[in-house]
Each structure stands twice: as C-alpha cells, then as structure tokens.
C-alpha cells in the first residue's frame, strides 16, 4: 500500500509539473508583433473627412441673349455656381407669360428678366418678386441718317423707327425724347417695325429717319454709317433693365439658393469686367455668336452698365412702373416688388471686396 501511494503521488506531482509548464510558457509566449509603423499609424489616425453637402438643384432661365444677361453666362461659364455650392439647370424662356407662368407654377426658381415682366407678374397677383439687378441702366441708342437728322435740333418731325410700341425701344425714344426736350408724341413720329433687321432696313430705304438699336444692332449700324445721335446710357437714363427675380414663396422657403444666387452672379461680372478674353468666350458659349470683335466691343460698353453687387435701384424700378399699361400698376411702389434683404446681406457679408475690381 505504501508504495502505491508513493506511485499515485509521484504521478499526482508529474502531472501538477505539467500543467505549471504549461501555464508558465503561455505565459512567457509573446503575442504576434504588429507590422512596422502601425502603432504610428494608430496614433496619428483621424476621423474620415465629412462627404461634402450635394449642391442645391435649381431651375433658372434667360430672356434674351442680351448683354444684361450676360453675368448668367459669365457665373455658369466659370463655374461659380457650383463653386457656390449650386447645380444650376440654365435654360432660355419666352419673356411675359411664358415666363410668369413658369415662376408662378414653381417650373423656374429663379430667373433674369427685364424689370417690366415681373411688374405685370406682381400687378396681376402672381406675387413675382426683385431680388437683385444686373444693370440699371437703359442700353439702348438712338442712331440716325447723318442726312437727315445732322442735329439734336432736326430731330423734331422725324420718324423713328422702334421694335415693338411699348418695348423697350419705344420705352428709349420716349425717354431719350423727354430728356432732349421734346414731346415724343407730338414731336415724333414713331413706327413699330417688328424687329431690328426690319428696322435696319427701314433706315436703309429712307423710310426711317432714326431708330432706337441695341448695342449689338447698333454694331451693323455704325459700320453702315449711321450716326449716334443719343446714348441712353450716357445720358444715365435709369431703367431696370436686367433683373434678378423669384417668387415671394421661393425667397421664403429657400433664401439659401437666392444668397448663392448673387454671390455667383456678382463672382461673373467681375470675372466680364476684369477679363475681356474670357466674357468674349462667355458670351460665344451661350449667344452662339463668333464675331469676336462685336463681342468685344459689347463686353467694353457693358463694363460700365453691369452693377457687380446687384442692388436694384428703387428709382430705375420707378421708371418701369411709371411706363406699364395695366392701370394697376398706379398704385404700386417700388418697394413693393423688390426684396432688399438679400442684396443687403450681399454688401454686408464682405464678399464684394474679395472679387476683382
């Protein structure tokens, strides 16, 4: 019996032996070594950077291949739109109704427009609102045959020929009329001709003694050797003839896209004042137009006539409302139609003093 014990205890001690080995060399066994640098690389790693914000989709649309529309293309063409955080869907729209009916039924967010459409949108209730200017300034000119007109004096009795009664052409003769001290409605003969080839031609066969022509009609004009007899600009005839404009529920519900609106917009014009190369470019892009020396020529007169931090001005408004037929039209301010927060926040912001002058 006793040396059965001694043999149980020696196996019961071989055993305990065992089991401390094994214990100790787990013990003892280092773990895998990490791979070179990776402790480094665990204490220098940082958070994933955030996806940037998806750009705000909107829908806006041009009139006329004007130059007042010009800061559009200019903002689309640099990328300003998207550098201000917009997807800018850009699309060319018949002004007066087909316009209006596009702002009010939420098809268009935001648009350039003469002034005179979104005055009959707000006369007629579709609550059309001006967010900010692109020129206050009529850029229009009256030109006419040296020989018949050789004088501001010969003027009186002449015919003068305009687009359209009541477009802006007529609004120019009027004006102009007025400033030089002449009733265009008894002093003038004034005829619609229905278009500025027509009117060209009008002056080519003597029927017309004058005309009023836009910068680029006027181009052809003095290269046929009509004289211009007044400038609408020099003579600082103010009409807001470029808009920025909305509704008063898109201002309401997505003040961001007007804010980004204008700041892409003002980044244009400096970039058209500034860059001569790049506005002919610019303008070539969306007038389909290559005559590269007219482009430049209407990029130096409208260097002067763009308004780079887009406040509209309560009197060129004025002058709009006092010219619209619908009689409702009496009892508007301008005040009532435009919406100043937005340029106002634009001047107060300091972006202005950042672009180029």
Same mark, same amino acid.
């Given at each position: 019996?006793?040396?059965?014990?001694?043999?149980?205890?020696?196996?019961?001690?071989?055993?305990?032996?065992?089991?401390?080995?094994?214990?100790?060399?787990?013990?003892?066994? #280092?773990?895998?070594?990490p791979? /070179?640098?990776?402790?480094?690389?665990?204490?220098?790693?940082?958070?994933?950077?955030?996806?940037?914000?998806?750009?705000?989709?909107?829908?806006?649309?041009?009139?006329?291949?004007?130059?007042?529309? @010009?800061?559009?293309?200019?903002?689309?063409?640099?990328?300003?739109? $998207?550098?201000?955080?917009?997807?800018?869907e850009?699309?060319?729209?018949? #002004?007066?109704?087909?316009?209006?009916? +596009?702002? %009010? *039924?939420?098809?268009?967010? &935001?648009?350039?427009?003469?002034?005179?459409?979104?005055?009959l949108?707000?006369?007629?209730?579709?609550?059309?609102?001006?967010?900010?200017?692109?020129?206050?300034? =009529?850029?229009?000119?009256?030109?006419?045959? #040296?020989?018949? &007109?050789?004088?501001?004096?010969d003027?009186?009795?002449?015919?003068?020929?305009?687009?359209?009664?009541?477009a802006?052409? !007529?609004?120019?003769?009027?004006?102009?009329?007025?400033?030089?001290?002449?009733?265009?409605?008894?002093?003038?003969?004034?005829?619609?001709?229905?278009?500025?080839?027509?009117?060209?031609?009008?002056?080519?066969?003597?029927?017309? !003694?004058?005309? +009023?022509?836009?910068?680029?009609?006027?181009?052809? @004009?003095?290269?046929?050797?009509?004289?211009?007899?007044? *400038? @609408?600009?020099q003579?600082?005839?103010?009409?807001? *003839?470029?808009?920025v404009?909305?509704?008063? $529920?898109t201002?309401?519900e997505?003040?961001?896209?007007?804010?980004?609106?204008?700041?892409?917009?003002?980044q244009?014009?400096?970039? =058209?004042?500034?860059?001569?190369?790049?506005?002919?470019?610019a303008? @070539?892009?969306?007038s %389909?137009?290559? *005559?590269?020396?007219?482009?430049?020529q209407?990029? !130096?007169?409208?260097?002067?006539?763009?308004?780079?931090?887009?406040?509209?001005?309560?009197?060129a408004?004025?002058?709009?409302?006092?010219?619209?037929?619908? /009689?409702?039209?009496?009892?508007?301010r301008?005040?009532?139609?435009?919406d100043?927060?937005?340029?106002?926040?634009?001047?107060?912001?300091?972006?202005? !003093?950042?672009?180029?002058?």
């Open positions: 019996m006793g040396g059965r014990l001694r043999s149980g205890l020696v196996r019961a001690s071989a055993c305990l032996w065992v089991l401390w080995s094994l214990a100790c060399g787990a013990a003892a066994t #280092p773990h895998a070594a791979p /070179p640098g990776a402790a480094a690389a665990a204490a220098t790693a940082q958070p994933a950077p955030a996806a940037a914000p998806a750009p705000l989709h909107i829908r806006a649309a041009y009139t006329t291949f004007s130059g007042s529309v @010009a800061p559009w293309w200019a903002a689309a063409e640099g990328g300003y739109f $998207r550098e201000q955080g917009l997807a800018v850009l699309t060319l729209v018949e #002004p007066g109704a087909s316009l209006l009916a +596009a702002l %009010h *039924n939420g098809d268009l967010d &935001v648009t350039y427009s003469g002034a005179p459409s979104i005055v949108g707000y006369v007629q209730g579709l609550e059309t609102i001006i967010v900010g200017a692109t020129t206050n300034l =009529l850029d229009n000119s009256l030109y006419v045959r #040296p020989e018949a &007109v050789p004088t501001v004096a003027l009186r009795g002449k015919t003068i020929g305009v687009t359209r009664l009541k802006i052409t !007529d609004v120019t003769v009027r004006l102009i009329a007025q400033r030089l001290g002449l009733d265009p409605d008894t002093d003038l003969r004034i005829r619609g001709t229905g278009g500025y080839p027509q009117t060209l031609a009008g002056l080519e066969a003597g029927v017309l !003694d004058g005309a +009023a022509l836009s910068p680029e009609a006027a181009f052809e @004009a003095r290269q046929r050797g009509y004289r211009e007899l007044a *400038n @609408a600009q003579l600082g005839l103010r009409f807001m *003839n470029g808009t404009a909305t509704t008063r $529920r201002a309401a997505r003040p961001e896209v007007i804010d980004r609106t204008l700041r892409a917009l003002a244009g014009i400096a970039r =058209l004042r500034t860059d001569r190369e790049f506005g002919v470019r303008w @070539a892009a969306y %389909h137009n290559d *005559n590269t020396e007219l482009l430049g209407l990029i !130096d007169f409208y260097r002067d006539v763009w308004v780079a931090d887009l406040y509209p001005d309560p009197a408004l004025q002058t709009v409302i006092e010219v619209e037929e619908n /009689p409702l039209a009496r009892t508007v301008p005040e009532d139609v435009i100043f927060q937005f340029a106002n926040r634009l001047r107060q912001s300091g972006f202005l !003093d950042t672009l180029p002058q």
